[in-house]
């Protein structure tokens, strides 16, 4: 069993930032890649971004490409999500989700097997 927790959600003004971390640990814990994917009141979940564990391919969503950054480190089977000029409609819970293996598109939900349990993100204008 992998277990996957989120950690640094909060509240923070328009224009901030934030950097999300998500640490992976369970028996043996390997994974093709890691990605973010966000949860806005009343609205389906969304891809945000997502970094394959080796060789570290980037994707990102277009509401949050150029202002923000994933990122990896495999010794500590963490990931993390930077996100810079933060705007009211990016208030959401921030899932994070490990796929074992590629099968199709990393923006989608169904291609990862692993989920934490999110972590709320507001922010105020």
């Known amino acids: 069993q992998v277990q996957l927790v989120e950690s640094g959600g909060g509240l923070v003004q328009a224009g901030g930032s934030l950097r999300l971390s998500c640490t992976a640990s369970?028996?043996?814990?390997?994974?093709?890649?890691m990605g973010w994917f966000r949860q806005a009141p009343g609205k389906e979940r969304e891809f945000v971004a997502a970094?394959?564990?080796?060789?570290?391919?980037?994707y990102y969503a277009d509401s949050v490409k150029g202002r923000s950054t994933i990122s990896r480190d495999i010794a500590k089977n963490t990931v993390y999500l930077q996100i810079n000029s933060l705007k009211p409609e990016d208030t959401a819970v921030y899932y994070c989700?490990?796929?074992?293996?590629?099968?199709?598109?990393?923006?989608?939900?169904?291609?990862?097997?692993?989920w934490g349990q999110g972590t709320q993100v507001t922010v105020s204008s």
């Open positions: 970094i394959t564990w080796i060789g570290g391919r980037l």
């Open positions: 369970g028996r043996t814990f390997s994974s093709y890649a």
């Open positions: 989700a490990a796929a074992r293996t590629y099968s199709g598109s990393l923006f989608l939900e169904r291609e990862y097997d692993y």
